[in-house]
């Protein structure tokens, strides 16, 4: 099968690595003729504890009317870039898959006016490092959650093919709430990593941090019970576990003076529980620091396992 991917940052890499293992023709979509160039010549190469693991031949494109006719379409770029990608595929067809971090690509995904088009969205739990324009660390395993927003399921069927120890997929009945389930995720580990300069593990391994990840667990649980059987505390703790040696994305653009995914991950969430009449009062004030940090740069700091 032809698989494009728009975006080839860490979990676009991984992605295409898992995908050209199992054979599928996988072409990435990406902005730069640099890394476009890089990707064909010197392949996707994938790296697991230190060692190289993978490397696989893949196409690279930089515009989007070379996309095969028939192709599958994975958009994984950021919730920043995602209007524009949107606006690129608007016209074509072809079945997609979004992954992204936060809620608001839902809707607006959604709303795209190829209504017979099917459209899926997926929450991934892997441990993933972007190293280089072709080459990404696999760091930890977590499940790739698939749920189908619109269309045929058939369509995303074809995924569970990809099925193995190291990349383990799982279907989910409900898209929104599937992605809610996500922002939760993301609420918990990106703020408290970012504010604190903390690995994942960290986060339960030092005992006022932990402090911190368990209130703000129990704060948002109040807002969302019905969360709490998608999300059970020890299924959210272990998500830390699996992905312990982990720069979570937030940390990694504050260290590289990159903006933060804020308002799509953290105040999204606020938005929502504001909705249905409720506060999240300690996440608000963690997104105040972190709209202050995102002012002041990136940190002059080396970053040490």
Same mark, same amino acid.
């Given at each position: 099968?032809?698989? =494009? ?33 890089? !990707?064909?010549?010197?392949?996707? =190469?994938?790296? +697991?504890?230190? !060692?190289?693991?993978?490397?696989? %031949? ?11 006719? &028939? ?12 209007? *524009? =990608?949107?606006?690129?595929?608007? /016209? ?20 795209? &006016? ?9 929450? =991934? ?29 058939? &369509? ?7 099925? /193995? *120890? ?9 898209? *929104? ?18 504010? !604190? ?20 667990? &129990? ?10 059987? %998608? ?57 105040? !620091? ?10 002059? +700091?080396?970053? %040490?396992?």
């Amino acid at each position: 099968m032809d698989v =494009v991917i728009a975006g080839a940052g860490s979990i676009g890499l991984l992605f295409g690595s898992f995908l050209a293992e199992k054979g599928h023709r996988v072409t990435f979509l990406v902005r730069r003729a640099e890394q476009a160039e890089r !990707l064909v010549k010197e392949g996707l =190469v994938k790296y +697991r504890n230190g !060692l190289e693991v993978s490397r696989q %031949e893949v196409k690279a494109i930089l515009n989007e009317a070379d996309i095969p006719e &028939d192709a599958f379409i994975i958009v994984a770029v950021k919730t920043g870039g995602i209007t *524009e =990608v949107v606006n690129k595929l608007r /016209s074509l067809p072809n079945p997609l898959l979004f992954i992204q971090n936060g809620l608001s690509h839902y809707e607006m995904a959604m709303n795209l &006016d190829a209504t017979s088009r099917s459209m899926a969205f997926a929450t =991934v739990e892997h441990g993933a490092e972007r190293l280089g324009d072709n080459m990404v660390a696999h760091h930890g395993i977590g499940f790739t959650k698939i749920a189908v927003g619109r269309g045929i399921e058939t &369509d995303f069927r074809w995924f569970e093919t990809l099925q /193995s *120890e190291v990349f383990p997929v799982e279907f989910h009945p409900n898209a *929104e709430k599937l992605l809610l389930r996500k922002v939760i995720v993301n609420c918990l580990i990106n703020p408290l990593t970012a504010i !604190l300069l903390q690995k994942n593990g960290e986060l339960l391994r030092n005992r006022q941090s932990k402090e911190l990840f368990d209130q703000l667990y &129990d704060e948002i649980m109040a807002v969302f019970p019905e969360m709490k059987t %998608e999300l059970p505390y020890d299924q959210a703790s272990e998500i830390c576990r699996r992905t312990a040696s982990n720069t979570s994305s937030m940390l990694t653009d504050r260290m590289r003076g990159n903006r933060m995914e804020i308002d799509a991950i953290v105040g999204a969430l606020i938005r929502k529980a504001e909705a249905r009449g409720g506060a999240l009062p300690m996440l608000s004030i963690f997104e105040k !620091l972190l709209v202050a940090m995102d002012g002041a740069g990136g940190l002059k +700091r080396s970053w %040490e396992d």
